[in-house]
T-cell receptor, first 111, second 115 residues
Framework: RKEVEQDPGPFNVPEGATVAFNCTYSNSASQSFFWYRQDCRKEPKLLMSVYSSGNEDGRFTAQLNRASQYISLLIRDSKLSDSATYLCVVNMWNGYSTLTFGKGTMLLVSP | EAGVVQSPRYKIIEKKQPVAFWCNPISGHNTLYWYRQNLGQGPELLIRYENEEAVDDSQLPKDRFSAERLKGVDSTLKIQPAELGDSAVYLC?????????????FGPGTRLTVL
């Protein structure tokens, strides 16, 4: 079982749609969680951290369920500029951070 | 503030040739990471430095890969000899290394093609 598994993509949605990405992780000792965004042929960039209480940043909402080892990202009112690959990232802390990335889920938003 | 700088951006070599990648982290960032990203995959950690010390190189294929971070600032990653399977994007990242989990900032990467 892979350490971090994400929905296989791509997701093709029209502008204005709501889209949800799912992610599961295998190591129950994982301590912090993130969504990174990666545009085509660019580097990954932090989109948002994910907290157990859930957190929202504009049109983006992230949720964490530690019991189920499940992370989600919801994008409301999709924009063309949201087209990218979304990487689920899990952090282990052993005195230093070790990030484990999922494969990513590609989102394509069309007019 | 300047981001993580990497060079070259692209490199095409023939198999069995050596290749080197250079990274300059964000000023003041003590922690530096080298990742490899294969097509359709997420980045995978190769090596992590705390200042000039390699604290995690468990995923670095040591038979052909080497890295150094002299003076705890710039870093180079070398492959010798390169194999076809080494074709990938090599990403460098840095973080402040404040002792708590902190954000990693990635450079643009070096896209390596081995023919």
């Amino acid at each position: 079982r892979k350490e971090v598994e994400q929905d296989p993509g791509p997701f093709n949605v029209p502008e204005g749609a709501t889209v949800a990405f799912n992610c599961t992780y295998s190591n129950s000792a994982s301590q912090s969680f993130f969504w990174y965004r990666q545009d085509c042929r660019k580097e990954p960039k932090l989109l948002m951290s994910v907290y157990s209480s859930g957190n929202e940043d504009g049109r983006f909402t992230a949720q964490l369920n530690r019991a189920s080892q499940y992370i989600s990202l919801l994008i409301r009112d999709s924009k063309l500029s949201d087209s990218a690959t979304y990487l689920c990232v899990v952090n282990m802390w052993n005195g230093y951070s070790t990030l484990t990335f999922g494969k990513g889920t590609m989102l394509l938003v069309s007019p | 503030e300047a981001g993580v700088v990497q060079s070259p951006r692209y490199k095409i070599i023939e198999k069995k040739q050596p290749v080197a990648f250079w990274c300059n982290p964000i000023s003041g960032h003590n922690t530096l990471y080298w990742y490899r990203q294969n097509l359709g995959q997420g980045p995978e950690l190769l090596i992590r430095y705390e200042n000039e010390e390699a604290v995690d190189d468990s995923q670095l294929p040591k038979d052909r890969f080497s890295a150094e971070r002299l003076k705890g600032v710039d870093s180079t990653l070398k492959i010798q000899p390169a194999e076809l399977g080494d074709s990938a994007v090599y990403l460098c990242a840095s973080s402040p290394g404040t002792g708590v989990p902190d954000t990693q900032y990635f450079g643009p990467g070096t896209r390596l093609t081995v023919l």
